[in-house]
């Protein structure tokens, strides 16, 4: 089991643990503004597709390996991994499925080079051109389930970050067990630079690691 899981991890590229990340770039801000602009290896996803297991899903790939689910990002509803209902149902779905197997923990991950932009605003904005306070309930609620999840799943949760997390993206990692990064990850939480609120219980787990002060 514990060979399958490292060959997992290491087609992740995350076999090497990154323990700290030293800052954001400009460029790598920029990436916020373009970020729909970016590039996602169609052909990657497509191979992994062919091999995926019997669960069949359509914005993630679930695959069902030696005492472990492994479960990747690998989004059409959304670009660049980012997150809509549609996603996070499919995310909620997976795991509990895992909760009630046989599997001793979950392996979460992304396909390409992204691992998860946060939440789809495109998405979102959208259907907030009809009744404003319904879609925002409706979303509110999408999120608060997605993040709840996470939280009550009482199986190891071991995340490979193989490229940019961001808002959302980042904020569910506190809630999970072990987070390995290779040295293509970076993290991000531009909460002020959309005017939105912290989600994924990020104003409280982030000072409790990072300290008040970061």
Request: glycine share 6%; hydrophobic share 40%; charged share 20%.
């Amino acid at each position: 089991g514990t060979s399958t899981f490292m060959e997992a991890l290491a087609a992740n590229g995350t076999t090497n643990i990154q323990t700290s990340v030293t800052g954001v770039t400009a460029s790598k801000r920029r990436f916020i503004d373009d970020r729909r602009d970016q590039p996602f290896d169609k052909r990657l996803r497509f191979s992994v597709r062919q091999t995926e297991s019997a669960y069949r899903y359509r914005d993630i790939v679930v695959r069902k390996q030696d005492g472990f689910t492994h479960i990747l990002l690998s989004t059409k509803s959304s670009e660049n991994n980012s997150l809509n209902p549609e996603v996070m149902k499919e995310v909620q779905s997976a795991l509990s499925t895992a909760a009630a197997d046989d599997s001793k923990l979950v392996l979460f991950s992304a396909v390409g080079s992204i691992f998860c932009c946060g939440l789809d605003f495109i998405y979102f904005i959208r259907r907030l051109t009809d009744d404003r306070k319904k879609e925002s309930t409706k979303m509110a609620e999408a999120i608060r389930n997605f993040v709840n999840t996470f939280i009550q799943f009482k199986k190891p949760i071991i995340v490979a970050v193989n490229g940019p997390a961001i808002g959302l993206g980042a904020s569910i990692l506190p809630l999970c067990d072990v987070v390995w990064a290779n040295e293509k990850a970076w993290f991000q939480t531009p909460y002020t630079t959309f005017g939105q609120s912290p989600d994924g219980c990020s104003s409280l787990t982030f000072p409790r690691i990072m300290g008040l002060a970061s």
